[in-house]
């Protein structure tokens, strides 16, 4: 008898310390935050000290893109690790994210993880038949949530933040240390004191992103599980601007995005196309826990190792359905893309639709209602028959071909569309046929049924609602 108990022990003693070592995840994610403002990437005006901090230590990815330009579906593929059309009503902003999608909180809770989350999580949305929130029952702080884990338990837990989602705090600003001088107004916005201004409210708000997370990687230090805890840093989709946030431009799926992996190469920079789909496989990888096999995303484990020899990912596959209430019979602007290391191609299939919203929607953000409120739209819409600023209108507003090309190389803003130049009929040809090949092995309706209106049929759960 003695023998057995000392075997219990023992016993007892490896699944307690193989606990200890399991890796913990930290996933903190902003909201609308868009590359490249993040000091780490040279973006002048904006201080982000914690996100380079974690560039620095482990790696900095320079090609990351958001599987959607849209809250709602991009967070439910991160969630998942599939690709928004595989999850029904889940690929629409405001729906819902039925439980038969499995999450990696779930699947890692079922593996012994204490799973939690703060403030901005998976939506907007209503759930149908999940007892709380998919990335987990939801928590103060994560100060709070650390004191509920039991000693040597693993954890994973999800620090949202509403930053930087409109409408802006303009008392923020004023204290944030930004200069308007240093801010980088893209060629897609009029350059004016006003943009300006509305820059710099919305980069105070990254800064204060920032500094939650800061608060977040003080705690690992203090509780000495910073060596044992896998940190991700990244936004949704991108910045709330025109012709940014709900498209399919680089403005609006391009993330700021860094890892810090402990005992892995640290001062990475990764060039290599990625998308946030990836995450779900690559916690359950550092985890040890089996990766489903009708996850899209690949484990970023090989990527981070040093001296892997992996195959080039040549591209990224990104798409929309609806995104705001804002046209009339409430329909999206459903489009894909394909995203590769010098060109873009995008496929709208109702080109015959307005992609910003109906000129005369009266939803929450007025017309043009894709596009968030705020001074920079306003500005736009105001000076839309002024020569000199119509363009900025026509590139945010007005009807789009069916097809899109983009050399992003010559053309880092994708302003001037290839797609009826024939000198590019051979690249257009062939990253055509790459997103039909991609959309047809992923299962994506519109692979078969290009202008089926599935999308458009599922319920809308969004009402007067604004701002974060």
Not at 296 to 312: D, E, I, N
Request: glycine share 8%; with cysteine.
């Amino acid at each position: 008898m003695p023998r057995l108990i000392a075997l219990a022990l023992v016993i007892s003693a490896t699944v307690a310390a193989s606990a200890q070592q399991r890796m913990n995840v930290l996933f903190c994610i902003a909201d609308d935050w868009g590359y490249p403002h993040a000091s780490a990437y040279g973006d002048r005006a904006v201080k982000t000290p914690a996100f380079d901090r974690v560039a620095k230590e482990g790696a900095l990815f320079t090609r990351a893109f958001s599987a959607a330009p849209s809250c709602t579906a991009s967070r439910a593929s991160i969630l998942t690790g599939q690709a928004p059309h595989r999850l029904g009503v889940g690929a629409n902003l405001w729906s819902d994210l039925p439980a038969k999608y499995a999450t990696y909180p779930d699947l890692l809770e079922k593996a012994g993880y204490q799973i939690g989350k703060t403030r901005k999580a998976w939506g907007p949305g209503k759930l149908q038949d999940r007892p709380h929130d998919p990335a987990g029952r939801n928590f103060k702080s994560f100060e709070e949530f650390m004191k509920n884990v039991p000693d040597g338990k693993p954890f994973c837990f999800w620090l949202g933040a509403p930053d930087p989602h409109r409408p802006y705090e303009k008392a923020l600003a004023e204290t944030a240390g930004i200069d308007p001088k240093n801010v980088t107004i893209p060629p897609y916005i009029p350059d004016t004191p006003a943009t300006r201004a509305d820059a710099v409210d919305y980069l105070a708000e990254v800064q204060r992103f920032d500094a939650d997370v800061a608060a977040a990687l003080d705690l690992l230090d203090k509780k000495g599980l910073a060596g044992n805890t896998l940190v991700v840093i990244t936004g949704d989709n991108g910045w709330p601007w025109p012709r940014a946030k709900a498209n399919l431009y680089d403005a609006g799926t391009r993330q700021p995005f860094a890892i810090r992996w402990p005992g892995r190469t640290a001062g990475q920079t990764i060039d290599r196309l990625t998308v946030l789909t990836d995450l779900a496989p690559t916690f359950l990888d550092a985890a040890g826990v089996a990766i489903p096999a009708d996850m899209t995303g690949q484990s970023l484990m090989p990527v981070l190792s040093k001296g892997a020899k992996l195959a080039p990912r040549d591209a990224v596959f990104l798409e929309r359905e609806r995104h705001a209430n804002c046209r009339a019979g409430n329909v999206g602007y459903p489009c894909r893309a394909i995203r590769t290391e010098t060109h873009l191609y995008v496929r709208n299939y109702f080109p015959d639709r307005w992609p910003a919203g109906d000129p005369d929607s009266t939803g929450v953000q007025g017309a043009f209602g894709d596009i968030d409120a705020g001074p920079t739209k306003a500005l736009i819409l105001a000076k839309r028959d002024d020569p000199e600023h119509r363009k900025y209108f026509d590139l945010a507003c007005a009807k789009r071909p069916a097809e899109e090309l983009y050399d992003v190389e010559a053309d880092p803003h994708q302003l001037t569309n290839l797609a009826a130049d024939e000198k590019h009929a051979a690249a257009k040809a062939d990253l055509a046929a790459k997103l039909q090949k991609w959309m047809t092995e992923t299962q994506d309706l519109r692979a078969t049924e290009p202008q089926t209106t599935a999308w458009d049929g599922y319920p809308y759960y969004g009402g007067a609602q604004k701002g974060k």
